[in-house]
């Protein structure tokens, strides 16, 4: 550990005086998002010269562009969680369409399976597929035998390799190939994968 900063709730701690007082915690800590706070920390140290060649994290620093904006005029790749009902833009920004939209019409070809190592059950598989995005790009995974599938999309971007699989050989989905919802058979999973 590096870095830590105090994440105070907006309403329950920091528009609390009393409690904060009876915490200890200086009038002069702001309420700040935890992606804020986040990218305080990575700018800190980035700027005190420790290398870093990507940033991950989930929902809740996903959904902050402001997060995005900074790692990539840093030019620190990421791959950051986003909600299914996130809108991204894809065929060269032409179209804005929501990540499970994407996900639930990929072809079957832009679906390749991996392992995330074995698990109290055996081995943890999951189905990968990605899509070009603005100046990044949206992972898809799925380890849901249901249809239609639980996605867990992720937005990412950085300098190449920007993927963090070291066994990653899918190809992009290429603009408008993304109109059918055929599926590879999925293996059953009650795991999770950290990305």
Same mark, same amino acid.
């Given at each position: 550990?590096?870095?830590?900063?105090?994440?105070?709730?907006?309403?329950?701690?920091?528009?609390?005086?009393?409690?904060?007082?009876?915490?200890?915690?200086?009038?002069?800590?702001?309420?700040?998002?935890?992606?804020?706070?986040?990218?305080?920390?990575?700018?800190?140290?980035?700027?005190?010269?420790?290398?870093?060649?990507?940033?991950?994290?989930?929902?809740?620093?996903?959904?902050?562009?402001?997060?995005?904006?900074?790692?990539?005029?840093?030019?620190?790749?990421?791959?950051?969680?986003?909600?299914?009902?996130?809108?991204?833009?894809?065929?060269?920004?032409?179209?804005?369409?929501?990540?499970?939209?994407? *996900?639930?019409?990929? /072809? +079957?070809? !832009? $679906?390749?399976?991996? #392992?995330?190592?074995?698990? @109290?059950?055996?081995?943890?598989?999951?189905?990968?597929?990605?899509?070009?995005?603005?100046?990044?790009?949206?992972?898809?995974?799925?380890?849901?035998?249901?249809?239609?599938?639980?996605?867990?999309?992720?937005?990412?971007?950085?300098?190449?390799?920007?993927?963090?699989?070291?066994?990653?050989? *899918?190809?992009?989905? /290429? +603009?408008? !190939? $993304?109109?059918?919802? #055929?599926?590879?058979?999925? @293996?059953?999973?009650?795991?999770?994968?950290?990305?």
């Amino acid at each position: 550990m590096i870095d830590r900063r105090l994440y105070l709730p907006e309403h329950s701690w920091s528009d609390d005086p009393e409690r904060r007082d009876a915490a200890g915690i200086p009038e002069t800590v702001p309420f700040a998002t935890k992606p804020r706070l986040a990218t305080e920390m990575i700018n800190a140290a980035l700027d005190a010269g420790i290398t870093a060649s990507w940033v991950t994290g989930d929902e809740a620093y996903g959904q902050d562009p402001k997060l995005r904006a900074a790692l990539e005029t840093r030019g620190t790749g990421y791959v950051l969680a986003v909600a299914c009902s996130t809108r991204v833009r894809i065929n060269h920004g032409r179209t804005l369409v929501r990540a499970d939209t994407v *996900a639930g019409r990929l /072809p +079957a070809t !832009a $679906w390749q399976r991996h #392992s995330a190592g074995n698990g @109290a059950k055996g081995p943890r598989y999951y189905d990968w597929a990605w899509v070009h995005i603005g100046t990044g790009r949206l992972d898809i995974c799925s380890s849901d035998a249901t249809v239609p599938p639980a996605n867990s999309p992720s937005v990412c971007a950085g300098p190449p390799p920007r993927c963090l699989c070291p066994n990653w050989s *899918a190809s992009p989905v /290429p +603009a408008g !190939a $993304w109109r059918s919802a #055929s599926r590879l058979p999925r @293996a059953r999973s009650d795991s999770t994968t950290t990305r």
